[in-house]
C-alpha cells in the first residue's frame, strides 16, 4: 500500500480544536461543562461520604452505589480539565501517548460504569425476585470479586483499541483531531492507512460491553416486574417498584446518550459536527452530573442521610 507524502510519520503531538463550528461560544459552553464537572464531584463526594460512614448502607447496592461514584469522579475528572483548558485557555496540543491515556481512560471508565450498572441490576432482581436468598448470594467477597471482574473486564477489552493504533498506524493525513477530547473514532480517522481492524476491534468491545450488558438489565428488569406485578399488596408494588425507580433512569439516560453517540460517530456523516461532539461530550458529562441527583432525589435512605448531614451543618 502505497502512503501519500502529504501525511505525518508517527506524530508525537496532536491537536484538539474543541467544537468546530462553535469556537465563539466555546467559552460559555465550558462554564456549562465546569458547573456540571464540580456538580458532578460534590454530588459522588457527598454520596461516597455517607455511604462509607453510615454502617446501615454497606450493603451491595450502596455498595454498588458507591463504586458508581468514584467510576462517575474519575471519568469525568479525565475529561474536563483538558477541555476547559482548550474552551477558555486555547491549550489545544496534547502529546500522542497523553492522548491513548486519555482515551483508554475515558473507555474503561465507560466500560465499567456499564458493568456497575449490571451488576445493580442483578442485585435488585436477586433482591425483589428471591428475598430469602439475597444475603447469602450477594456476599460481601461476591461484592468485591464483581467489582475486581468489572474493573479487568473494562481494562482488557480496551487495551486492544489502543495497542492497534500505537504499532499499527504509522501514516496520518493530519495532527487535527476535530473533538473536544481523544475519543477513539476520532483518532483513528486521522490515519492513512486502512483502518478497518481498528473499526472492527472499537465495535466489538461496543457490542460485548454494552450489547450484553443491556440485555442481561433488560431481562433483569422484565422479570422484576413480572414478580412485581404479582404481589398481592399494592403497599408491596410500590415499595419494590420505588427501590428500581433509580436505577431505571440512570440506566437509560447512559445507554440512550451512549448509543446515539456511538452510531453518530460511526454512521451519521450527515449530522453537523458539532452536534455529535456536544452529544458526545453531554453523554461523558451527564451520567456523573446526574446520577448523584437521582440517587438523592428517589433513594430514601441516601436521602435521609444527607437531610441529616445538612441539618447538622445549620444548627452548627
Known amino acids: 500500500m502505497s502512503i501519500s507524502n502529504v501525511t505525518i510519520f508517527m506524530p508525537s503531538v496532536l491537536t484538539l480544536i474543541g ?13 456549562l461543562f465546569c458547573a ?27 455498595i454498588f452505589l458507591g463504586m458508581l461514584g468514584v467510576t462517575d469522579i474519575a471519568l469525568s475528572t479525565s475529561i474536563v480539565p483538558k477541555m476547559l483548558g482548550i474552551f477558555w485557555f486555547h491549550v489545544t496540543e496534547i502529546y500522542f501517548d497523553s492522548c ?15 458493568g456497575i450498572l449490571l451488576a445493580m ?20 467477597q461476591l461484592v468485591t ?30 495532527t487535527v483531531i476535530s473533538h473536544s477530547y481523544c475519543e477513539h473514532m476520532a483518532v483513528v480517522k486521522l490515519a492513512a492507512e486502512n483502518i478497518r481492524v481498528n473499526k472492527i476491534c472499537g465495535l466489538f468491545v461496543a457490542f460485548t460491553v454494552a450489547g450484553l450488558d443491556i440485555v442481561l438489565i433488560t431481562l433483569s428488569y422484565i422479570q422484576i416486574f413480572i414478580t412485581v406485578f404479582r404481589l398481592p399488596q399494592k403497599e408491596a408494588r410500590l415499595k419494590a417498584f420505588n427501590t428500581c425507580v433509580a436505577h431505571i433512569c440512570v440506566f437509560l439516560q447512559f445507554y440512550s446518550l451512549g448509543f446515539f453517540s456511538f452510531f453518530a460517530h460511526r454512521f451519521g456523516s450527515h449530522i453537523p459536527p458539532y452536534i455529535h461532539i456536544l452529544f458526545s461530550s453531554t453523554y461523558l458529562l451527564v451520567p456523573p452530573f446526574l446520577n448523584p441527583l437521582v440517587y438523592g432525589a428517589k433513594t430514601k435512605q441516601i436521602r435521609v442521610h444527607m437531610i441529616k448531614i445538612f441539618c447538622s451543618k445549620n444548627l452548627l
Open 121 to 140: 441490576a442483578l442485585d435488585r432482581y436477586v433482591a425483589i425476585c428471591y428475598p430469602l436468598r439475597h444475603a447469602a448470594v450477594f456476599s460481601h
Open 145 to 174: 470479586q464483581i467489582a475486581a471482574m468489572v474493573t479487568l473486564r473494562a481494562a482488557v477489552l480496551v487495551t486492544p483499541c489502543l495497542i492497534l493504533i500505537k504499532f499499527r498506524l504509522q501514516f496520518y493525513h493530519t
Open 19 to 31: 467544537i468546530p463550528g462553535l469556537e465563539s461560544v466555546q467559552c460559555w459552553i465550558g462554564i
Open 36 to 62: 456540571m464537572y464540580l456538580i458532578a464531584m460534590i454530588g459522588n463526594s457527598l454520596l461516597l461520604i455517607i455511604i462509607i460512614s453510615e454502617h446501615s448502607l454497606h450493603q451491595p447496592m450502596y
Open 100 to 114: 491513548l491515556l486519555q482515551m483508554w481512560l475515558i473507555h474503561t471508565f465507560q466500560c465499567t460504569e456499564s
